[in-house]
């Protein structure tokens, strides 16, 4: 019981992070005064800079109410559910995989995701390293443990996966004279494909684009505009992965 709680804790402090993650990176894009350790964290609203009791993750939320201690202006819960989401997460790999290498790179190839989802639904950013580092998680937890599926298939939805959409960008290019698909896209469907196997591509790439066409419709967005193409394909690869646990 007691290393759950371990991994329990672990799991919110990650949750902690990745929202760190998510408000920082942006900015790291454009400012390069800001970096993962500085500025400290503090209110977006009156800038006070958190305290220690602040950060515990999870139950400060709780014992502050939801508010900020200095201006009482209210807290975002998405830093509450990000907390929670971890937690479960990294508790229910625990129960059904293991806490061991394999149970670790399962959760940081989630992890890497998660981030990935929010970043380019919210900004339409896909940060290069953050993006690449999944192609050799997928390869390793594949290579060491046949998780999703095999070396040999893994290594061919990594190449398969950046080759489809580089040529559907160059055909659409060498059509309108413009880039039709962001260059993450082509390094995120390759780290999906090295992840889940080439046999998971096609589905992925389905469900990734009936995805995006619906948030597409859902946010009104101008016929030039441009849609979180990345973020459907990570809903779709969950998708994908779900109905496969199902009908098996």
């Keep these: 019981m007691l290393y759950l709680v371990l991994v329990g804790i672990f799991g919110a402090c990650m949750g902690s992070f990745s929202s760190m993650l998510l408000h920082r990176l942006p900015k790291m894009k454009d400012d390069e005064s800001v970096n993962l350790f500085y500025p400290r964290s503090s209110c977006p609203d009156c800038k006070n800079k958190l305290t220690v009791s602040a950060l515990i993750p999870i139950f400060s939320y709780l ?15 998405f830093y509450l559910i990000n907390e929670i989401i971890h937690c479960c997460v990294v508790l229910l790999i625990a129960l059904y995989v293991g806490i061991d290498v394999e149970g670790l790179l399962y959760y940081f190839i989630f ?63 060498a059509v309108r004279s413009k880039n039709g698909i962001g260059g993450g896209d082509f390094i995120l469907l390759a780290g999906l494909g090295s992840v ?43 998708i994908f992965n779900v109905l496969k646990i199902f009908i098996n």
Aim: charged fraction near 10%.
């Design 63 to 77: 014992w502050q109410k939801g508010v900020c201690k200095f201006c009482k202006k209210s807290i975002s819960s």
């Design 111 to 173: 992890f890497i995701l998660y981030i990935l989802f929010f970043l380019d639904y919210k900004y339409l950013y896909l940060p290069f390293y953050l993006n690449l580092t999944l192609i050799p998680l997928g390869i390793l937890i594949n290579y060491l443990f046949n998780t999703f599926t095999t070396l040999y298939l893994s290594i061919g939805g990594m190449i398969i996966g950046y080759s489809l959409l580089w040529l559907v960008n160059a055909i659409y290019k």
């Design 196 to 238: 889940f196997g080439i046999m998971a591509l096609g589905p992925i790439i389905f469900l990734g684009s009936s995805i995006s066409i619906i948030i597409y419709l859902l946010t009104n967005k101008s016929p030039n505009e441009e849609i979180p193409f990345g973020s459907g394909l990570i809903i779709g690869s969950i």
